[in-house]
């Protein structure tokens, strides 16, 4: 499918689309002619082709093109209308073609197989179906070319909204100086009010989802690039990067009560926060800050809503793919490889550079495995314990990176009682779907997901007790003198006493105890929203 190199500009251009030409603007017309229509745009040729400006029609025809250059029905065969007027049977062929499985693995180090050439193997955006009865069915194959179908018209309506909504493409941006571009005009009073405040513990990831309708990833991911002026020194495009943020936003689950794109944002959030502590501001390139937002941004991209357990027991094709292992976190990687490539966002960085970004978001992705809690633990706390921490190194930086990732996945037990509670209890809404799901075929319901067995403050209790108190404690230890790990941490002991007191208390009670808690001031340089909320991932339950 050809690339769109220019957008709707003057000069219109098309990358190779295997038909041997370029596509520019026809000089036959003049500028007034009323051939352009109420557009006023130039017409465009392809080998001599008249295309029209829509999108839908314009890649029917091209594919069309492209079916003929390979040995279809050309020239008087067929005749010109049918030449350029793709039939539905057509294109549910070349559907089933392009959702084709591609075999990779993971190897020992974590490393995806790479392809003769030894580039990284992505995947396809939306190349899987979704969880759902298909995958219960011994015939899942036609299923899952169904689903590809219905996410491949999707992806082509995405970016004709993009061509004909988008601000940025009808000419309506500000240029001045320092402006956020793209967002400045969409901005909400209040969104950008709490913009103002980003770096405050207490940031309601819940009300800034509200005010950006539904855009806070998207939104706050704009805006800490711009913070952090990781646009000028990347030279990114920016049309490029609204495309790629866009992506990421659409491919997380709204449906899924915890694994959403809100998820995704408060994560965000919360690791910005990291970034600014005085142990690491200093010290990090601005190629760390752009690979810990964007982990951050993606590192639960298209989640089923349900666990690895829940993956193997269904013999799902992600399980099989990756051998049982970091499935879910494997998957989150190369579909966030996917889509640097589908939206060109790193196209103009050299090969090499760009291949070493996509290996850096693997590792860090990768490292949010529940199941690897206590190598990183145990590694992060003999460094501690060695005071041999250089993070004049590389490398070093990059584990502290990882380090924080994990925290802001798994930081909402440290956030004020309000926000955290939200957290675990959608996280708990997630367990006990796959639960039902489970009961209802019969399966074996995986620990934490029996709804009338697991109540939400012992799945609390003992996720925190297990999993974010020892981290956070050598968190602390790391960042100490912390402002931002000694708010944290007497958020943490406060709601997991406060959750100790649910276990023993009627459940109709747990809904209506809502008292406000005195919390201590909230300080600037705090992240809001991270990721693991009263329960972290369906995938971490062990």
């Known amino acids: 499918m050809p690339v769109l190199d220019g957008l709707w500009g003057p000069d219109i251009r098309l990358r190779d689309t295997g038909l041997g030409v370029d596509v520019g603007v026809c000089p036959d017309e003049a500028p007034r002619s009323p051939v352009w229509g109420p557009l006023r745009t130039p017409p465009v040729t392809c080998g001599g082709l008249s295309l029209a400006l829509e999108l839908p029609a314009l890649i029917r025809q091209l594919r069309a093109a492209w079916r003929a250059r390979r040995g279809g029905p050309r020239g008087p065969e067929r005749g010109q209308t049918s030449s350029w007027v793709e039939t539905g049977k057509e294109d549910f062929e070349e559907v089933k073609q392009d959702g084709e499985e591609r075999s990779a693995h993971v190897e020992a180090d974590g490393r995806l197989s790479t392809g003769h050439a030894g580039v990284l193997l992505a995947e396809r955006r ?18 899952e070319v169904e689903s590809c179908t219905r996410r491949k018209v999707k ?32 901005y909400l009073g209040q ?20 005010l950006t309708n539904g855009n806070s990833l998207v939104t706050l991911m704009c805006h800490l690039f711009n913070v952090y002026g990781l646009i000028h020194h990347f030279q990114l495009d920016m049309v490029k990067l609204h495309r790629f943020l866009g992506m990421v936003q659409e491919d997380y689950h709204s449906q899924n009560p915890y694994h959403n794109a809100v998820h995704a944002a408060d994560v965000t959030q919360a690791m910005y926060c990291y970034l600014k502590e005085p142990k690491l501001a200093g010290q990090l390139s601005p190629l760390d800050v752009f690979l810990g937002l964007m982990a951050a941004a993606a590192h639960d991209v298209d989640h089923p809503g349900v666990n690895q357990p829940f993956l193997i027991k269904t013999r799902h094709h992600l399980a099989s793919l990756y051998q049982n292992t970091s499935v879910l976190e494997s998957h989150h ?21 760009s291949q070493d970004i996509e290996q850096q978001l693997g590792s860090l992705i990768l490292a949010t495995d529940i199941s ?19 993070l004049q190194l590389a490398s070093h930086r990059h584990f502290i990176l990882q380090i924080a990732l994990k925290c802001a996945d798994v930081c909402n037990p440290c956030r004020v009682w309000e926000l955290s509670r939200q957290w675990s209890e959608r996280v708990c809404e997630e367990f006990y779907r796959q639960g039902d799901l489970e009961k209802k075929f019969d399966l074996e319901i ?75 001031p909230e300080p600037e340089g705090g992240g809001g929203g991270g990721g693991g909320g009263g329960g ?7």
């Not at 909204?161 to 956020?180: F, I, N």
Request: hydrophobic fraction near 35%.
């Open 126 to 143: 939306g190349s899987y179906p979704l969880i759902d009865l298909h995958i219960l069915n011994t015939s899942a194959q036609q299923g």
């Open 155 to 186: 992806r082509l309506l995405s970016f004709q909204r993009y061509c004909h909504a988008s601000r940025l493409l009808r000419g309506l941006v500000p240029h001045t100086p320092g402006s956020l571009h793209l967002l400045d005009d969409d």
């Open 191 to 210: 969104a950008g009010h709490m913009l103002s405040k980003v770096s405050a513990w207490n940031f309601d990831i819940f009300l800034f989802d509200r």
């Open 333 to 353: 990687w190369r579909s966030t490889v996917g889509m640097l490539r589908e939206s060109g966002l790193l196209s103009h960085l050299p090969a090499d550079m």
């Open 372 to 390: 690897r809690q206590n190598e990183f633990l145990l590694t992060f706390r003999e460094h501690l314990d060695n005071q041999d921490l250089d």
């Open 446 to 520: 995986s620990p934490l997901c029996n709804q009338q067995a697991d109540t939400v403050p012992a799945i609390q209790t003992g996720f925190i007790s297990y999993i974010v108190e020892p981290l956070f404690e050598e968190w602390q230890r790391f960042t100490e003198p912390s402002l931002l790990s000694q708010t944290m941490m007497g958020h943490l002991h406060k709601n997991k006493a406060r959750w100790s007191r649910l276990r023993f208390t009627h459940p109709t009670s747990e809904s209506q105890m809502q008292p406000h808690v005195e919390e201590d």
């Open 536 to 542: 972290g991932h369906e995938e971490d339950v062990p």
